[in-house]
């Protein structure tokens, strides 16, 4: 059945949010918690919703982690703190992404406003990219005290949130909600600015006491096979095109093919199947036991009707014909699209940055996110790490941690 690009799953009401917290073991040491990169504390929010004490629950997310409703909305908790969850042991995982959501929803709809900016110190920092690594560390850093301006070169903050993450998954209005409560930190955001085009690398440094690189990966990596076909598209583009509404269920042919078998593929595939298009194949390198993409994305990839393929890797290419061949086995198959959009990774731009993120990228994590410029620092997926939004705001936090770190004096383990 084809659904709505645009319906997002609804999501628990207070009742099923009740029953589902009354679930948890409430245990004493947590494993939920220590699981979660973003040290959003599930086991604290869960008691305190069964407590019915929502404001409770939403301050004790929005002071971990201030893209709360995102990350309860696309985070892979299956992978982290459902994975860690007692309760899995007896029957299922407790809901935690559900619960998330329902009390950063509750939030919303009660206009609570519970991040507060620190006393002022006069440091300024410059984030370059208004992702969700920049966005956090801009929220830390403004709740010590330090100014904070996000040069973003798009139209609208949120990077991959914004241009990537299909709207039946992670709404927009979710997003400006997010970057709103940011913005009244007094966070300076300049979007549509940027750095090394539209302002200089030298002025940032002349005016600002440190830069905190934020820019992600957002070039899309490519195969050769496919280099300079006509028929090719990356899922980069295609998603920011859907998003944005550059392309609609009108443009799009009857029979495409998606190359990939990450997360981003999975997003390709059920965006196509949600706008209409008939025909779907998705071919994956990964074999279904070690499929990259988490199990709710593949399930609702399912879902919709795709046709998926694993193990075969693509060896040739001409116009819209495709040749793979599998990994193990002495086979191949030829698939004929109108469309063809390869999602198999994505890389740094660093064009303008006078910033040498390469040589130090083997140490970053090490060195609390420095480079070799003692002003500079770096974070999000641009550094080592996984790649997904947790883990972004988990490196934005500790980022700005360490920024405050320098510009404030503290102990190094603080």
């Given at each position: ?6 319906t997002?799953?609804?999501?628990l009401t207070?009742s099923?949010a009740m ?6 073991l409430?245990c ?6 220590k699981a979660c990169p973003?040290?959003t504390d ?5 008691r305190?919703l ?5 404001k409770g629950a939403?301050?004790v997310i929005?002071?971990?982690?201030a893209?709360?409703a995102?990350?309860a909305r696309v985070c892979?908790t299956?992978r982290?703190?459902e ?8 029957d ?7 619960l998330?959501r329902?009390?950063t929803d509750?939030e919303t709809?009660l206009?609570?406003?519970?991040l507060?900016?620190g006393?002022?110190t006069?440091?300024?920092v410059?984030?370059i990219g208004a992702?969700?690594a920049?966005l956090?560390?801009a ?5 010590q005290g ?5 040069f973003?070169?798009?139209a ?5 949130l914004t241009?990537g993450?299909?709207e039946?998954r ?9 970057v709103?409560r940011i913005?009244?930190l007094?966070?300076d955001l300049r979007?549509g ?11 940032l440094k002349?005016?600002?006491?440190a830069i905190?690189?934020?820019v ?6 490519e195969?050769q096979q ?7 598209e990356?899922?980069?583009?295609f998603l ?5 509404g550059?392309l ?6 009857s029979?495409?093919l998606v190359?990939g078998?990450?997360?981003v593929?999975?997003d ?5 199947k949600?706008?209409g ?7 994956a390198?990964?074999e279904?036991?070690e ?6 994305e ?19 290419a001409?116009?819209n014909r495709?040749?793979?061949r ?12 109108d469309k063809?959009?390869?999602a198999?990774?994505q890389?740094m731009?660093l064009?303008?940055l006078?910033?040498?993120?390469q040589?130090?990228?083997r ?6 996110y ?7 620092f770096?974070?999000g997926?641009?550094v080592p790490?996984?790649?997904t939004v ?8 500790e980022?700005?941690?360490e920024?405050?770190?320098i510009l404030l004096?503290g102990n190094?383990?603080?």
């Open positions: 059945m084809v659904q709505n690009y645009q997002e799953a609804p999501g207070l099923t029953q589902e917290a009354a679930r948890c409430l004493e040491d947590a494993p939920c918690s973003a040290h599930p086991a604290r929010f869960i305190s069964r407590f019915r004490n929502v939403a301050e929005r002071e971990n982690n893209l709360g995102v990350c892979p299956e982290y703190c994975l860690a969850c007692p309760r899995g042991q007896i299922q995982p407790i809901r935690i992404g559900d998330q329902y009390i509750m709809k206009g609570m406003e519970i507060k900016p006393k002022d006069g440091k300024r410059a984030i992702g969700p920049g956090q560390a929220t830390t850093l403004r709740q330090i100014g904070v301006t996000i973003e070169a798009q609208k903050a949120g990077g991959y241009y993450i299909p039946y992670l709404p927009q209005v979710i997003i400006d909600h997010e709103d913005v009244k007094c966070v979007c600015v940027r750095v090394g085009q539209d302002v200089s690398w030298d002025h002349a005016i600002y006491d905190l690189v934020t992600g990966c957002q070039a899309a990596k195969l496919l280099a300079n076909n006509v028929c090719t990356s899922a980069i583009s920011a095109r859907v998003k944005s550059q609609t269920a009108a443009d799009l042919p029979e495409v190359i078998g990450g997360d593929a999975m390709v595939a059920t965006t196509l949600r706008l298009v008939p025909h779907v194949t998705d071919v390198y990964e279904f036991s499929f990259r993409a988490s199990k709710t593949l399930a609702g990839t399912r879902q919709t009707g795709v046709t998926l393929i694993d193990g075969y890797k693509p060896v040739a001409h116009q495709v040749t793979f599998h990994r193990k086995m002495a086979a191949e198959l030829t698939i004929t699209a063809i959009i390869y198999v990774g890389k731009d064009t303008g006078v910033v040498d993120l040589h130090n990228e140490i970053l994590g090490a060195a609390k420095h480079t070799a410029d003692p002003r500079v770096a974070a997926d641009i790490g996984d790649q947790v883990f972004a705001v988990q490196k934005g936090k980022a700005a941690t920024i405050c770190r004096g190094e383990n603080d």
